[in-house]
């Protein structure tokens, strides 16, 4: 028997969804099969703790759970209809025809037979279809979070998850993906009940910061480091962008924190316009002073000194 899926992420029945979440993340990140290969209890935990949260990280199916309308692994609870049905009469002490007498959606009914008492009970019960045949019951939607690199998010890529059965998904990651953004995988969580679709796999994912680049939107910042004598003279420097490193003109007397635009050099999605990528530059010192240049700007800064003296004479 499934176990109560509070008591599987260790939290309280009216804990908030944050909390939900955090205690999911810590419980799968410590089970998850990839830490633990060849570990059947690690695999074991690491599915019940999916399930729970398939449950409780849904608000929808999290209410129904709480009003008892599914059970722990998210199915359809089946219902009783009678409420205190005697044979032969009414518990109140009303009797009956020889039948049974019963409440059905809060009103009193009496069967004459047993043949009725069952054609109601499977005919129009929760979970079941004319003629006694099971209700299709779609398959529960499973969770997983896949944590990948920056530029693997910006530019695409293909990565796989390890499911909590042990098995594995191939996920397509579409140019410009965001961190937080869920790619859903159509009919891969868990199987139907009496014929009924499977459920879906969402995948959220987790973009890895980058120690160069920042996204704004499809736009790409990043700093790049020029030379005094660039700054001044104007150069070219190489700098790298999310699809390989590139050349760059410095004008001429070029400040430091001046910002430069490559257009549509930032993400890329399908149907949108290209960002673009935004250089700031800053002029950077040689770490090992340079007596030529040291000796030159003293020279300018005594000229300028000795000649505001003279203006002042």
Do not use: C, W
């Not at 690690?42 to 729970?52: L, N, P, T, V, Y």
């Not at 070219?236 to 001046?258: A, C, D, H, W, Y």
């Not at 002029?283 to 002073?289: A, G, M």
């Amino acid at each position: 028997m499934t176990r109560n899926p509070y008591e599987v992420l260790g939290v309280a029945k009216d804990a908030p969804a944050g909390d939900i979440k955090k205690a999911y993340r810590k419980l799968a990140k410590t089970h998850h099969p990839d830490l633990h290969p060849g570990d059947a209890e690690a695999e074991r935990r690491f599915k019940e703790i999916s399930q729970a949260y398939g449950v409780l990280g849904d608000e929808k199916k999290r209410a129904r759970f709480d009003k008892g309308e599914i059970d722990a692994d998210g199915n359809e609870r089946m219902t009783n209809p009678f409420h205190g049905g005697h044979p032969g009469g009414h518990p109140g002490g009303a009797g009956g025809s020889g039948g049974f007498h019963y409440t059905v959606n809060g009103e009193d009914a009496d069967l004459g037979d047993l043949g009725d008492l069952f054609s109601n009970l499977f005919g129009g019960g929760r979970g079941f279809g004319g003629g006694g045949r099971p209700h299709p019951i779609r398959g529960q939607d499973i969770r997983y979070e896949l944590a990948v690199d920056f530029l693997d998010a910006v530019n695409g890529a293909n990565r796989r998850v390890t499911m909590a059965d042990g098995g594995s998904l191939d996920v397509n990651l579409p140019k410009g993906l965001g961190d937080g953004q869920t790619i859903r995988l159509k009919g891969k969580g868990m199987a139907g009940m009496n014929g009924a679709p499977a459920g879906d796999a969402l995948v959220t994912v987790r973009v890895r910061p980058h120690p160069s680049f920042r996204r704004d939107g499809d736009d790409i910042h990043v700093t790049q480091a020029i030379s005094l004598a660039d700054a001044v003279l104007g150069g070219k420097v190489r700098v790298p962008t999310i699809s390989g490193e590139i050349s760059l003109k410095v004008p001429e007397n070029t400040s430091s924190g001046k910002v430069l635009r490559l257009k549509g050099k930032g993400i890329q999605r399908t149907g949108k316009r290209a960002g673009d990528q935004l250089v700031t530059l800053q002029i950077t010192l040689p770490k090992t002073p340079d007596p030529e240049l040291a000796a030159l700007l003293r020279r300018r800064r005594d000229g300028a000194s000795g000649g505001e003296k003279a203006r002042a004479a």
